[in-house]
């Protein structure tokens, strides 16, 4: 009797001391979201970037009054609906707070195109989709190389030459359109870096 009370009472001590599942093994561990979580601040500008892209693009396909700026605001509605789909799509799978609107700079930056008219209108919007793209470009640039999180990483890197491409077709339709020639010229120097 002796034995299979001090047996007993071993067992009783080992389960005491040892913990009960692999979760609670783990309860001082940070969760798998953190990673992701922790480039939030950049998933957030990505997908509002993306949908300002989308909405000059729509304005574009209606306001442009050359054919070449046309074209290029649909391909922005297309391309940059898509990109801002999926970088929604990571947030919600990741439980990143995600709200889908512009914020208030990039809807003055809607504002301001919507008041642009004619030919003011197409080189207005291809400025401001030469600067948009060679930032964009640049920030992606900057989390491929630097994201903490790996499903930021790719994604970074999925939509990077989409944007160096949408940044060469920009500068063609500036160039249709009269933007001067040192516009177009950097914009290619950032389009064409790797």
Do not use: C
């Given at each position: 009797?002796?034995?299979?009370?001090?047996?007993?009472?071993?067992?009783?001590?080992?389960?005491?001391?040892?913990?009960?599942?692999?979760m609670h093994a783990q309860a001082g561990t940070t969760p798998?979201?953190?990673?992701v979580s922790a480039d939030a601040a950049f998933i957030r500008r990505a997908?509002?970037?993306?949908?300002?892209?989308?909405?000059?693009?729509?304005?574009?396909?209606?306001?442009?009054?050359?054919?070449?700026?046309?074209?290029?605001?649909?391909?922005?509605?297309?391309?940059?609906?898509?990109?801002?789909?999926?970088?929604?799509?990571?947030?919600?799978?990741?439980?990143?707070?995600?709200?889908?609107?512009?914020?208030?700079?990039?809807?003055?930056?809607?504002?301001?195109?919507?008041?642009?008219?004619?030919?003011?209108?197409?080189?207005?919007?291809?400025?401001?989709?030469?600067?948009?793209?060679?930032?964009?470009?640049?920030?992606?640039?900057?989390?491929?190389?630097?994201?903490?999180?790996?499903?930021?990483?790719?994604?970074?890197?999925?939509?990077?030459?989409?944007?160096?491409?949408?940044?060469?077709?920009?500068?063609?339709?500036?160039?249709?359109?009269?933007?001067?020639?040192?516009?177009?010229?950097?914009?290619?120097?950032?389009?064409?870096?790797?």
């Open positions: 009797m002796p034995a299979r009370y001090v047996m007993g009472t071993a067992a009783t001590l080992l389960l005491a001391v040892s913990p009960l599942s692999p798998p979201n953190d990673s997908a509002a970037d993306n949908l300002l892209e989308v909405q000059l693009g729509e304005l574009a396909q209606h306001q442009a009054t050359n054919s070449m700026v046309q074209k290029f605001g649909e391909r922005m509605v297309i391309d940059h609906g898509r990109l801002e789909k999926q970088w929604t799509d990571l947030a919600s799978k990741y439980g990143v707070p995600l709200k889908a609107t512009l914020g208030s700079k990039n809807q003055q930056k809607v504002d301001r195109m919507r008041q642009a008219k004619g030919a003011t209108f197409d080189r207005e919007y291809m400025i401001a989709m030469i600067k948009g793209h060679e930032k964009d470009a640049e920030e992606l640039k900057a989390e491929v190389d630097s994201a903490r999180s790996e499903p930021v990483r790719k994604m970074a890197a999925y939509a990077l030459p989409i944007v160096r491409e949408h940044l060469l077709l920009a500068r063609a339709a500036a160039k249709e359109v009269g933007v001067d020639s040192a516009t177009v010229a950097r914009s290619r120097r950032v389009a064409e870096s790797k």
